[in-house]
Nanobody, 128 residues
Framework: QLQLVESGGGLVQPGGSLRLSCAAS????????IGWFRQAPGKEREGVSCISNGGSTRYADSVKGRFTISRDMAKNTVYLQMNSLKPEDTAVYFC??????????????????????WGQGTQVTVSS
């Protein structure tokens, strides 16, 4: 059974850092792309970053230079390191997995509809 479990959210002051984790079970990251998405109250879920099954990464313009996605294949876990956090980063953060286009190992996209497996989300609040 495919499962994703996020952790690491919390309350942080502006300018602070958090590291989110997405632990995958029931499948291997070598065949799946992982995306991070976020949803703020009253807003649509938006893509933040993704990592392909080959390890290539992409970022939304709003987080480029501040967030870093990475993975530990031995732990089957994907991380999102978030630095220089801003109040507008406040949202519930979700990780998601897709096996779509897995033959293209260096390609990933934060297109919500291609992701079929989702975690339960973790709250990130940036406030003083």
């Amino acid at each position: 059974q495919l499962q994703l479990v996020e952790s690491g959210g919390g309350l942080v002051q502006p300018g602070g850092s958090l590291r989110l984790s997405c632990a995958a079970s029931g499948f291997t990251l070598d065949y799946y792309k992982i995306g991070w998405f976020r949803q703020a109250p009253g807003k649509e879920r938006e893509g933040v970053s993704c990592i392909s099954n080959g390890g290539s990464t992409r970022y939304a313009d709003s987080v480029k230079g501040r967030f870093t996605i990475s993975r530990d294949m031995a732990k089957n876990t994907v991380y999102l390191q978030m630095n220089s956090l801003k109040p507008e980063d406040t949202a519930v953060y979700f990780c998601a997995a897709t096996s779509a286009m897995r033959e293209f190992r260096n390609l990933c996209a934060t297109i919500r509809t291609i992701y079929g497996q989702w975690g339960q989300g973790t709250q990130v609040t940036v406030s003083s």
